[in-house]
Protein backbone atom coordinates (compact mmCIF):
# COMPACT_ATOMS: atom_id res chain seq x y z
CA UNK A 1 0.00 0.00 0.00
CA UNK A 2 1.10 3.94 -0.30
CA UNK A 3 2.56 5.47 2.25
CA UNK A 4 0.97 8.10 4.04
CA UNK A 5 1.80 11.07 3.57
CA UNK A 6 2.12 14.70 5.74
CA UNK A 7 2.67 18.41 5.84
CA UNK A 8 5.92 19.68 6.19
CA UNK A 9 6.04 22.77 7.56
CA UNK A 10 9.80 23.30 6.55
CA UNK A 11 9.79 22.01 2.83
CA UNK A 12 5.77 23.84 2.92
CA UNK A 13 4.53 20.96 0.88
CA UNK A 14 3.07 17.64 2.03
CA UNK A 15 5.68 14.60 1.38
CA UNK A 16 5.90 10.66 2.15
CA UNK A 17 6.29 9.81 5.56
CA UNK A 18 9.25 8.77 7.13
CA UNK A 19 10.83 6.88 9.83
CA UNK A 20 12.18 10.00 11.94
CA UNK A 21 8.41 11.04 11.53
CA UNK A 22 7.30 8.28 14.12
CA UNK A 23 8.14 8.62 17.72
CA UNK A 24 6.90 6.05 20.85
CA UNK A 25 6.58 7.98 24.41
CA UNK A 26 6.92 6.71 27.39
CA UNK A 27 6.84 7.02 30.58
CA UNK A 28 10.60 5.99 31.68
CA UNK A 29 12.58 4.71 28.83
CA UNK A 30 15.71 2.71 31.15
CA UNK A 31 13.22 -0.30 31.26
CA UNK A 32 11.71 -0.37 28.12
CA UNK A 33 13.35 1.57 25.75
CA UNK A 34 16.10 -1.63 25.28
CA UNK A 35 13.14 -3.87 24.07
CA UNK A 36 12.12 -1.47 21.92
CA UNK A 37 15.30 -1.07 20.48
CA UNK A 38 16.04 -4.76 19.93
CA UNK A 39 12.58 -5.96 18.40
CA UNK A 40 12.40 -2.67 16.21
CA UNK A 41 15.96 -3.36 15.15
CA UNK A 42 15.65 -7.11 14.19
CA UNK A 43 12.66 -5.90 11.95
CA UNK A 44 15.52 -3.79 10.24
CA UNK A 45 13.62 -0.91 11.52
CA UNK A 46 16.10 2.20 12.60
CA UNK A 47 15.61 3.36 15.73
CA UNK A 48 17.21 5.78 18.06
CA UNK A 49 16.45 6.24 21.78
CA UNK A 50 18.09 9.13 24.11
CA UNK A 51 18.86 6.79 27.23
CA UNK A 52 22.15 6.64 29.12
CA UNK A 53 22.35 3.22 29.70
CA UNK A 54 22.37 -0.56 28.02
CA UNK A 55 26.03 0.40 26.18
CA UNK A 56 27.35 -2.47 27.87
CA UNK A 57 25.14 -5.00 27.12
CA UNK A 58 24.65 -4.36 23.42
CA UNK A 59 26.40 -7.19 21.74
CA UNK A 60 29.05 -5.93 20.05
CA UNK A 61 30.67 -4.44 23.08
CA UNK A 62 29.90 -7.49 24.93
CA UNK A 63 31.84 -8.97 22.41
CA UNK A 64 34.77 -7.33 21.65
CA UNK A 65 35.38 -7.32 25.93
CA UNK A 66 35.11 -11.09 26.30
CA UNK A 67 38.04 -11.26 23.40
CA UNK A 68 40.05 -9.11 25.57
CA UNK A 69 39.12 -10.98 28.54
CA UNK A 70 40.65 -13.95 27.06
CA UNK A 71 43.46 -12.49 25.34
CA UNK A 72 44.30 -11.18 29.11
CA UNK A 73 43.61 -14.38 30.49
CA UNK A 74 42.25 -17.30 28.33
CA UNK A 75 41.39 -19.48 31.56
CA UNK A 76 37.80 -18.02 31.52
CA UNK A 77 34.99 -20.17 30.87
CA UNK A 78 32.34 -17.68 30.21
CA UNK A 79 34.04 -15.05 27.99
CA UNK A 80 35.95 -17.77 26.27
CA UNK A 81 32.81 -19.93 25.38
CA UNK A 82 31.24 -16.59 24.01
CA UNK A 83 33.90 -15.60 21.80
CA UNK A 84 34.35 -19.05 20.47
CA UNK A 85 30.13 -18.99 19.76
CA UNK A 86 30.49 -15.19 18.40
CA UNK A 87 30.69 -14.56 14.90
CA UNK A 88 35.26 -13.66 14.89
CA UNK A 89 35.50 -17.71 15.46
CA UNK A 90 31.78 -19.43 14.50
CA UNK A 91 32.12 -22.29 16.81
CA UNK A 92 28.81 -24.04 16.84
CA UNK A 93 27.17 -25.36 20.27
CA UNK A 94 28.03 -29.02 19.38
CA UNK A 95 31.79 -27.99 18.50
CA UNK A 96 31.86 -26.36 21.92
CA UNK A 97 30.07 -29.48 23.67
CA UNK A 98 32.76 -31.88 21.80
CA UNK A 99 35.89 -29.90 23.44
CA UNK A 100 33.93 -29.62 26.60
CA UNK A 101 33.82 -33.82 26.37
CA UNK A 102 37.62 -34.00 26.58
CA UNK A 103 37.22 -33.18 30.31
CA UNK A 104 34.36 -32.15 31.48
CA UNK A 105 36.20 -31.82 35.12
CA UNK A 106 38.82 -29.03 33.64
CA UNK A 107 38.17 -25.24 32.33
CA UNK A 108 37.55 -25.20 28.44
CA UNK A 109 40.76 -23.70 27.85
CA UNK A 110 42.58 -26.69 29.81
CA UNK A 111 40.58 -29.10 27.33
CA UNK A 112 41.96 -26.67 24.16
CA UNK A 113 45.36 -27.02 25.24
CA UNK A 114 44.71 -31.02 25.65
CA UNK A 115 43.63 -30.97 22.32
CA UNK A 116 46.66 -28.95 20.87
CA UNK A 117 49.51 -31.07 23.13
CA UNK A 118 48.43 -34.61 23.59
CA UNK A 119 51.51 -34.83 25.65
CA UNK A 120 49.89 -33.77 28.59
CA UNK A 121 46.49 -36.02 28.26
CA UNK A 122 45.35 -38.92 30.47
CA UNK A 123 44.61 -42.07 28.46
CA UNK A 124 40.96 -41.39 28.38
CA UNK A 125 41.77 -37.80 27.31
CA UNK A 126 43.40 -38.47 24.67
CA UNK A 127 40.89 -41.12 23.72
CA UNK A 128 38.00 -38.30 23.55
CA UNK A 129 40.87 -36.15 21.45
CA UNK A 130 41.16 -38.81 18.73
CA UNK A 131 37.57 -39.20 18.69
CA UNK A 132 37.19 -35.23 17.68
CA UNK A 133 36.65 -34.46 14.17
CA UNK A 134 39.90 -33.11 12.46
CA UNK A 135 38.17 -30.09 11.19
CA UNK A 136 37.34 -29.32 14.45
CA UNK A 137 40.64 -29.73 15.87
CA UNK A 138 42.29 -27.87 12.93
CA UNK A 139 39.75 -24.99 14.13
CA UNK A 140 40.77 -25.20 17.50
CA UNK A 141 44.75 -24.69 16.87
CA UNK A 142 43.55 -22.01 14.59
CA UNK A 143 41.82 -20.67 17.64
CA UNK A 144 44.98 -20.51 19.95
CA UNK A 145 47.08 -19.43 17.31
CA UNK A 146 45.58 -16.19 17.13
CA UNK A 147 44.74 -15.62 20.63
CA UNK A 148 48.56 -16.27 21.38
CA UNK A 149 49.39 -13.81 18.26
CA UNK A 150 47.26 -11.22 20.02
CA UNK A 151 48.53 -11.62 23.50
CA UNK A 152 51.87 -10.97 22.02
CA UNK A 153 50.76 -8.13 20.51
CA UNK A 154 48.89 -6.47 23.02
CA UNK A 155 51.99 -6.35 25.32
CA UNK A 156 53.70 -4.00 22.38
CA UNK A 157 50.36 -1.57 21.26
CA UNK A 158 48.86 0.77 22.78
CA UNK A 159 45.51 0.06 23.77
CA UNK A 160 43.84 1.71 21.49
CA UNK A 161 45.91 0.87 18.12
CA UNK A 162 45.36 -2.79 19.88
CA UNK A 163 41.73 -2.61 19.71
CA UNK A 164 41.45 -0.70 16.68
CA UNK A 165 43.82 -3.93 15.17
CA UNK A 166 41.08 -6.35 16.13
CA UNK A 167 38.61 -4.55 14.45
CA UNK A 168 40.21 -4.77 11.47
CA UNK A 169 41.72 -8.17 12.01
CA UNK A 170 38.86 -10.06 12.75
CA UNK A 171 36.91 -8.05 10.25
CA UNK A 172 34.28 -7.40 12.88
CA UNK A 173 33.73 -4.11 13.05
CA UNK A 174 32.66 -4.40 9.14
CA UNK A 175 30.14 -7.50 10.34
CA UNK A 176 28.45 -5.32 12.79
CA UNK A 177 27.57 -2.72 10.40
CA UNK A 178 25.46 -5.37 8.32
CA UNK A 179 23.56 -6.57 11.52
CA UNK A 180 20.10 -4.05 12.13
CA UNK A 181 21.41 -1.01 13.69
CA UNK A 182 24.67 -1.39 11.92
CA UNK A 183 25.24 2.42 11.93
CA UNK A 184 24.78 2.38 15.46
CA UNK A 185 26.62 -0.35 16.53
CA UNK A 186 29.74 0.86 14.80
CA UNK A 187 29.53 4.13 16.55
CA UNK A 188 29.34 1.61 19.90
CA UNK A 189 32.90 -0.02 19.22
CA UNK A 190 34.71 3.59 18.21
CA UNK A 191 33.54 4.60 21.17
CA UNK A 192 35.17 1.74 23.01
CA UNK A 193 38.36 2.96 20.79
CA UNK A 194 38.12 6.42 21.97
CA UNK A 195 38.31 5.17 26.26
CA UNK A 196 40.93 3.50 25.03
CA UNK A 197 42.65 6.28 23.60
CA UNK A 198 41.65 8.40 26.60
CA UNK A 199 42.97 5.57 28.85
CA UNK A 200 46.49 5.64 27.31
CA UNK A 201 46.47 9.42 29.08
CA UNK A 202 46.14 8.52 32.26
CA UNK A 203 49.28 6.54 34.24
CA UNK A 204 47.83 2.95 33.91
CA UNK A 205 48.68 0.66 31.02
CA UNK A 206 48.35 -2.62 29.91
CA UNK A 207 45.68 -4.87 29.10
CA UNK A 208 44.79 -6.01 32.27
CA UNK A 209 44.47 -2.40 33.59
CA UNK A 210 42.57 -1.34 31.14
CA UNK A 211 39.54 -4.20 31.04
CA UNK A 212 39.62 -2.76 34.80
CA UNK A 213 38.99 0.34 34.03
CA UNK A 214 35.96 -0.04 31.85
CA UNK A 215 34.39 -2.36 34.68
CA UNK A 216 34.55 0.35 36.93
CA UNK A 217 32.65 2.19 34.48
CA UNK A 218 30.51 -0.55 33.91
CA UNK A 219 29.34 -0.86 38.14
CA UNK A 220 29.40 3.28 38.12
CA UNK A 221 26.54 5.61 36.78
CA UNK A 222 29.13 6.28 33.96
CA UNK A 223 27.54 3.40 31.36
CA UNK A 224 28.04 5.36 28.51
CA UNK A 225 25.16 4.80 26.39
Given at each position: ?182 VQRQANLRLLFQRA ?29
Amino acid sequence: CALPILFDKNLGEYRKLQYRDIVILMRATSQMAPVFINELSNDKIPVFADTSTGYFQTTEIKTIMALLQVIDNPDQDIPLISIMRSPIFSFSGEDVMDIRLVNKEITMYECIKRIINKDICSEEELNNVKDLDEKLVNMVKDFMDKIDKWRNRSIHLSIDQFIWSLYTETGYYGYVKAMPGGVQRQANLRLLFQRANQYEKTSYKGLFNFINFINRLKNSSGDMG
